[in-house]
């Protein structure tokens, strides 16, 4: 069966630099894209960005451009994303999740909390 | 940037029907795709390219698009249905960047 499984909640300071990763399981991993998302505590979700897990192309929400790389290892079908010059304002839990080819998120990772303070 | 622009919050009672409306500039050229997500925990698609529904979600759940306006129908509203519901579709810059809905609260009681 489909599992993302990610790694477990971190803590930092600002301006800090955190990396989440995200391990597939159950598919061909590189026949989807992964793309992160990201929940403020009783917030909405926001898209971050994408990454295809075939030739590591990416596509980065305009706000985090400068701050965020996504990549992949095909050896260990593991996704990774890491957020630079972290604020408070990025405390959320980060979920990685499978996109298909028709756009869609149809696996997801439990999350992870990152949480930024002084 | 591009905005989804979803009512904050919708109530029902049990087996009403209720409609949670998602609009956007893009929406007459893009699809829209619905999620659901219940409290700590992921969210689950529900609907993919406007009116397709998964496997595994029951045919209460449909969706419609017209214009700018994407629009998912619970017929028959259960009280295990009560969630946040978002709506998510991508720019027509030809970047390809996603963007969600605020969110909707979906009460049914």
């Known amino acids: 069966q489909v599992q993302l499984v990610q790694s477990g909640a971190e803590v930092k300071k600002p301006g800090a630099s955190v990396k989440v990763s995200c391990k597939a399981s159950?598919?061909?991993?590189?026949?989807?894209?992964i793309s992160w998302v990201r929940q403020a505590p009783g917030q909405g979700l926001e898209w971050m960005g994408w990454?295809?897990?075939?030739?590591?192309?990416?596509n980065y929400a305009q706000k985090l451009q400068g701050r965020v790389t996504m990549t992949t290892d095909t050896s260990t079908s593991t996704a990774y994303m890491e957020l630079r010059s972290l604020r408070s304002d990025d405390t959320a839990v980060y979920y990685c999740?499978?996109?298909?080819?028709?756009?869609?998120?149809?696996?997801w990772g439990q999350g992870t909390l990152v949480t930024v303070s002084s | 940037s591009y905005e989804l622009t979803q009512p904050p919050s919708v109530s029902v009672s049990p087996g009403q029907t209720a409609r949670i409306t998602c609009s956007g500039d893009?929406?007459?050229?893009?699809?829209a795709y619905w999620y659901q997500q219940k409290s700590g925990q992921a969210p689950v698609l529900v609907i993919y390219?406007?009116?397709k529904r998964p496997s595994g979600i029951p045919e209460r759940f449909s969706g419609s698009s017209s214009g700018t306006m994407a629009t998912l129908t619970i017929s028959g509203a259960q009280v295990e249905d009560e969630a946040d519901y978002y709506c998510?579709?991508?720019?027509?810059?030809?970047?390809?960047?996603?963007?969600f809905g605020g969110g909707t609260k979906l009460t049914v009681l």
């Open positions: 999740a499978r996109e298909t080819t028709r756009d869609y998120f149809d696996y």
């Open positions: 159950g598919y061909t991993f590189t026949s989807y894209g």
């Open positions: 990454i295809s897990a075939y030739n590591g192309n990416t």
């Open positions: 893009a929406l007459p050229k893009k699809y």
């Open positions: 390219e406007d009116s």
């Open positions: 998510y579709s991508t720019d027509s810059s030809g970047n390809h960047r996603g963007v």
